[in-house]
């Protein structure tokens, strides 16, 4: 899984870092923390971009993934829990979490992060949200779900949690340890064929709940519906990015 994970999960925009660059948080002088590196997905451009990165992530094989797809010289790469990590206080000017600040326990994130940071240091929480399915997949797409999981249809994704509406914000304001959150959004199509859509479902926690049996059916099934509807299925996204500084 790691493998695929790596392969088809999708980076973030070249805007995205534009306006940490912009704003300040990500400089040529930035060390940064990266909490949740996962297969390196924003670990090559904060690196291109930064001093230095040290890339956390739980899981030892998407470590060894990002490893071979970044392997600058001022990447360290940690195979460990944020929450478990020694880090050096005040050691890092950014900590930046890619679609991964959700699996963080809020009794720990933001406290921290803040003690991570330097005076003035940044925090950066960002992810990917698919939006609603295109009319021309709705039909195939809902008769998938109501043969496999019709508890499904219709939920919203678990990564609507960084969605404006959504709590991040909120979190940031309510910890009282870093000034107000700057939102930052951007919308981008990803063009998918049948394989690799399949693919990229296995990856996608929003469908772990479901047995195993059924999950993978379901995928089969979605795919199958690409093949059958032009072969590619073009979605739309958007990218969330909030930004607040140390107070």
């Known amino acids: 899984m790691a493998q695929t994970y790596a392969a088809v999960r999708p980076g973030y925009p070249a805007a995205l870092y534009d306006d940490l660059a912009a704003l300040g948080a990500l400089t040529p002088r930035t060390r940064v923390l990266e909490v949740g590196c996962g297969g390196g997905q924003a670990t090559g451009d904060l690196a291109t971009r930064a001093r230095s ?25 940690v195979v460990a829990r944020f929450e478990d990590y020694e880090l050096e206080p005040e050691g890092f000017d950014l900590v930046a979490s890619a679609q991964a600040w959700h699996w963080i326990p809020r009794e720990i994130a933001f406290s921290k992060a803040a003690e991570a940071l330097s005076s003035g ?13 295109p009319e021309a997949f709705e039909a195939p797409f809902k008769a998938a779900f109501d043969r496999h999981a019709p508890e499904v249809w219709g939920q919203p994704p678990s990564q609507a949690a960084y969605l404006p509406s959504g709590p991040f914000a909120g979190m940031f304001a309510r910890s009282a340890l870093f000034g107000p959150a700057m939102h930052r959004g951007y919308a981008w199509t990803w ?13 996608d926690s929003s469908y772990h709940f479901l047995a195993e049996g059924p999950r993978f059916a379901l995928f089969d099934a979605l795919a199958g519906a690409v093949a059958a509807n032009g072969g590619i299925f073009s979605s739309a996204w958007q990218t969330h990015l909030y930004l607040a500084c140390k107070l």
């Open 53 to 77: 990165v040290v890339a956390l992530d739980p899981g030892a094989r998407l470590v060894d993934e990002a490893r071979r797809k970044v392997g600058a010289a001022n990447v360290e790469y």
């Open 121 to 133: 240091g940044w925090l950066a929480v960002f992810g990917h949200v698919p939006m609603a399915v």
């Open 191 to 203: 063009d998918l064929d049948p394989e690799t859509f399949g693919r990229y479902l296995r990856t």
